[in-house]
């Protein structure tokens, strides 16, 4: 079963813009990463969060986690052609595998 | 600092017959996984090492496919026989700890079934 689901499944936006992109999961988690996916390569890790933390920055990226709710959002302020990507939310659960979500589709135009 | 190398880069076979993959973790890092993706999905887990011993292979098709970490460092992934579902994009990735915290991934290799 699918642990963490992100949301919107695409998201298309102008370069400057900010793009927010949410991560919902399903059972309590250690830690949620973000990685992002550049078309044809492998993924690159952009930020971890751990479960007692609320709140991450790092350079442009800004990312909340809401226990709670369970969910987790991605914000990348000020947007460039080059954030164009998928990005995608991994929870890491007791049982220590990491899952991946279906990721978010980012496209940022020029 | 190497990165995670991965070969070949693309791949086509017809059903039924086996295939084979190469990694090379980043030197030094203990834990090296293999993911297997499907066009549009997320990376889903099919066995993790740590050195040379499997701590997580629950979620690999073990009548088709296998792997070996010989010596704790390079890895093999092998398919046979191949399935048409067996298509997607095979990526290997490595880390330091047993934490599974930041892990680096390769480019992968496209299997592309027949």
């Known amino acids: 079963s699918q642990q963490g689901e992100e949301d919107p499944q695409a998201l298309s936006i102008q370069e400057g813009e900010n793009a927010t992109m949410n991560c919902s999961y399903k059972?309590?988690?250690?830690?949620l990463q973000w990685y992002r996916q550049n078309s044809g390569r492998g993924l690159v890790h952009l930020i971890l969060i751990r479960s007692n933390e609320r709140e991450k920055h790092s350079g442009r990226l800004r990312v909340t986690l809401d226990t709670s709710k369970k969910s987790s959002s991605l914000l990348i302020t000020a947007s460039r052609a080059a954030d164009t990507a998928s990005y995608f939310c991994a929870t890491l659960t007791s049982g220590s595998r990491l899952t991946f979500g279906e990721g978010t589709q980012l496209t940022v135009n020029p | 600092e190497a990165g995670v190398a991965q070969s070949p880069r693309y791949k086509i076979i017809e059903k039924r017959q086996s295939v084979a993959f190469w990694c090379n973790p980043i030197?030094?890092?203990?834990?090296l996984y293999w993911y297997q993706q499907i066009l549009g999905q997320g990376p889903k887990l099919l066995i993790q090492f740590q050195n040379n011993g499997v701590v997580d292979d629950s979620q690999l098709p073990k009548d088709r496919f296998s792997a070996e970490r010989l010596k704790g460092v390079d890895s093999t992934l092998k398919i046979q026989p191949a399935k048409l579902e067996d298509s997607a994009v095979y990526l290997c990735a490595s880390s330091s700890g047993q934490s599974n915290e930041k892990l680096f991934f390769g480019s992968g290799t496209q299997l592309s079934v027949l």
């Open positions: 030197s030094g890092h203990a834990t």
């Open positions: 059972t309590s988690i250690n830690n």
